[in-house]
């Protein structure tokens, strides 16, 4: 018989990221979508923010993600931008190019969190550092900047 699995409160998840050396503190940043309790969690220069999930007892993990890992730039937690060429760290005042060191403690991050939070790891997020945005350089320019003709399937004034 499949034994059930624990589900820690939120409290007792923060407990535990306490325990692995995980520096915790109450975020109050803008953009935490109205998250009440949402906590910041640092480790050696990367961190995101968890709040407590909306799911009831046995439904899920007792806290989601609200802001991706990060590196922490001037207090802020940056953005991973993807170029295609090459990842930048974008905050609200700064882009700067992305270190190796930088994107294997992002990595390493975000692995001890799934890690402790039991979150599931995915398959692509175990090859390397996934980004929050993707912006090509060659693409850029070639938005759509006339209207779509008419199509088929649309019905027109005369029928």
């Known amino acids: 018989m499949a034994r059930k699995g624990k589900n820690p409160s939120f409290d007792q998840l923060i407990d535990s ?10 975020y109050s940043g803008a953009g935490h979508s109205g998250k009440a309790g949402a906590m910041q969690v640092t480790k050696s220069g990367v961190s995101a923010v968890l709040a407590p999930s909306g799911a009831g007892k046995g439904e899920g993990s007792a806290a989601s993600l609200v802001v991706t890992p990060g590196v922490l730039v001037k207090g802020e937690i940056a953005r991973l931008l993807d170029r295609g060429y090459q990842k930048f760290l974008k905050t609200s005042q700064y882009e700067l190019p992305a270190t190796a060191p930088q994107l294997q403690a992002i990595h390493t991050f975000t692995e001890e969190l799934n890690l402790v939070t039991g979150t599931m790891g995915l398959y692509n997020e175990s090859l390397g550092t996934t980004s929050d945005l ?5 693409l850029r320019g070639r938005e759509i900047s006339t209207p779509a003709g008419r199509r088929p399937w649309e019905l027109t004034a005369g029928h």
Request: net charge neutral.
């Open 17 to 26: 990221l306490r325990a692995q050396s995980f520096e915790v503190v109450p």
């Open 134 to 138: 993707y912006q090509y350089d060659r």
